[in-house]
């Protein structure tokens, strides 16, 4: 128990002291107000619209429930970074957008975030292709094919409080580097 304790006082300092710095990683964004749209959380059934979240800190990916690789990696990134954070992760909306509009259902999704630990911490939206194309093409997530075999980017969005784009991030963020982002964004930097 004490090591434990000693762990994560080891882990706040560091932290700490990277938030200091402010350097956050990944690739700047131009910090423009990050397009708005509306979709429904799978698990939920309650209508979202990105707008409605500013003042606070937006984690935004894309994935699909049947993935077999990147998207569950990047599931299990989001809930190692949210644990990290500790009681910051409250001020951090995590979202994804479905990139499969047949496969995804709030069945399926709300299996997902389940399997994946992220139950009431990750809203899954989904929505007609129509809506979900137009939110793909915003962010520039290239999409084809669907069901078992959906081929797509693997952005990951970070928009600050003032609902502007700040980082994109890819799966193979790691989980420290990605609570460090956040972290320093939940700081208002």
Known sequence: MRL?????LGLAVLLTAACSSGKLVGEPLPSQIAPDFTLTDG?????ITLSS???QVVLLTFLYTRCPDACPLTAETIRAARDTLGDA????????????????TPATTRQFVHDHNLDGSL??????QAALSRV????????AGDGANVLHSDAIYLI????RGRILLHSDVTPADLATDLNILIQGH
């Not at 698990?43 to 209508?47: A, D, E, F, N, S």
């Not at 957008?97 to 995804?104: A, R």
């Not at 809203?123 to 007609?128: A, Q, S, V």
Request: aromatic share 8%; net charge positive.
């Open 53 to 55: 979240l500013k003042g």
């Open 43 to 47: 698990p939920t059934g309650q209508v």
């Open 4 to 8: 434990r304790g000693a762990l994560a």
């Open 160 to 163: 600050d409080k003032n609902a």
């Open 89 to 104: 992760a409250k001020d951090v909306v995590f979202v994804a957008v479905s990139v499969d509009p047949q496969g995804d």
């Open 136 to 143: 793909w093409q915003m962010y520039s997530v290239a999409q």
């Open 123 to 128: 809203r899954y939206l989904i929505g007609p």
